[in-house]
């Protein structure tokens, strides 16, 4: 067993791959008072705006970095579906991004409610919503990434949600508050350290 240092600034993260290869029986469709609507070729400030507020907690960042030539040809993909979570009031509080860039498998590239809304059984709805979505004819895996930066119950719930853990990678990067993609006060879950912290 060994310890392996990480760069100060830097973030290290076990990252954690879950697939299922059957679509479950049909379950009852949980209750909830949002919806999931599709999000034709999203305006990359408003897809950028609701990637912040989902992910800010959990680092997510890629997005926020990518060039705007990059990100519009990802997210207006016709191999890439994105849906927006909508409340009551029509205020977008979550996102899902589906990747069928492979012909027989679908990524769930992102599955995120606001931070706010954690812990209300929402996340079973979305993620029924979701599966129903991603399996279609021809698809017979549907996989997603989830890591020790996600919510801790992240992994547990996927499981109970039909996904097995297959493969664990370390991913390392910048963190990006102290690069200036995110505000220090993001994620305080997370220790922020750096070169000054560590002397």
Partial sequence: MGLIPV?????????????MHDRSRPRPMPASPLRLVKWVRPDLDNYRTLFRRVGARWLW?????????????????????????????????????LNFRKADACEIAYFALIPELT???????????????AWRPGVNRVWL??????????????????????SRTIETFADPRLIGVLPVDAAPQIPLLDAETRQ
């Fill in 7 to 19: 760069a100060a600034g830097d973030i290290a993260a076990i990252v954690t791959t879950l697939e």
């Fill in 61 to 97: 960042y890629s997005r926020l970095t990518m060039p705007d030539e990059r990100l519009i040809a990802l997210i207006h993909d016709p191999a890439t579906e994105i849906y927006a979570v909508i409340d009551r009031a029509g205020i977008e509080v979550g996102m899902v991004e």
């Fill in 119 to 133: 812990g209300q059984r929402h996340g079973r709805w979305m993620m029924a919503e979701t599966l129903a979505r």
């Fill in 145 to 166: 990434h989830s890591c020790t930066l996600d919510h801790p119950s992240a992994i547990n719930f996927y499981r109970a949600c039909g996904f097995v853990a297959v």
